[in-house]
């Protein structure tokens, strides 16, 4: 079966601290793999994905295949980081997500 | 474009009454997708659509769940006879490849 685990709940960082948000997967095949973020009370939105090997806000991930990882980086934490994140995993019909990790930014 | 659009964005019913969400696609995406998301859990996948063709559908989604997209511009989901259990966030995305979902608003539906 197919499954996304993200680990942490959630994660407090002090601001200017790195942070490093933990996805591992089970998936058939080469899945595409994905990092959704959620900022409060505004809408699921695009992160990064693996395909395009881009940093966006600072973040990064890399794909660990030998570990089915795909753990998300960011040197330094910002305030304005706190929010919702989703690691997926999956192709054209679909996604699967993991559970979400809460990132608590502490200034 | 302003994005996935849905509608209604809250709906409250009694239980066993039937209940029906809209969502408008970005226009140019031609895949379509309908995901459930509970507190505490990241969305579920509850089906697809690449065009007006539903090519893949949840075995977790039950026989009073249907979805539509007739033309393949908007699509519908509606949930006959609803269950307590089915109070969640009822999430649409759409997608012209592999890139990556837009993701709409959602539309919360709380069975009373």
Not at chain 2, 2 to 19: A, C, E, F, L, Y
Request: proline share 4%; with cysteine.
């Amino acid at each position: 079966a197919q499954r996304v685990t993200q680990p942490e709940k959630l994660l407090s960082v002090f601001k200017g601290a790195p942070v490093e948000l933990k996805c591992n997967y089970s998936y058939s095949g080469s899945p595409e793999l994905f990092w959704y973020v959620q900022y409060s009370r505004q809408r699921l939105q695009l992160l990064l994905r693996h395909i395009s090997r881009e940093s966006i806000k600072g973040f990064t991930a890399d794909l660990n295949k030998g570990e089915t990882s795909f753990h998300l980086k960011k040197p330094f934490a910002q305030e304005e980081d706190s929010a919702m994140y989703y690691c997926g995993a999956g192709g054209y019909q679909k996604v699967t997500f993991g559970t979400g990790t809460k990132l608590q930014v502490i200034p | 474009d302003t994005g996935v659009s849905q509608d209604p964005r809250h709906k409250i019913t009694k239980r066993g009454q039937n209940v029906t969400f809209r969502c408008d696609p970005i226009s140019e995406h031609n895949r379509l997708y309908w995901y459930r998301q509970t507190l505490g859990q990241g969305p579920e996948f509850l089906t697809y659509f690449q065009n007006e063709a539903q090519l893949e559908k949840s075995r977790l989604l039950s026989d009073r769940f249907s979805a539509e997209r007739p033309k393949g511009s908007f699509s519908t989901l509606e949930i006959q006879r609803t269950e307590q259990g089915d109070s969640a966030m009822y999430l649409c995305a759409s997608s012209a490849n592999l890139y990556g979902y837009t993701f709409g608003s959602g539309t919360r539906l709380t069975v009373v």
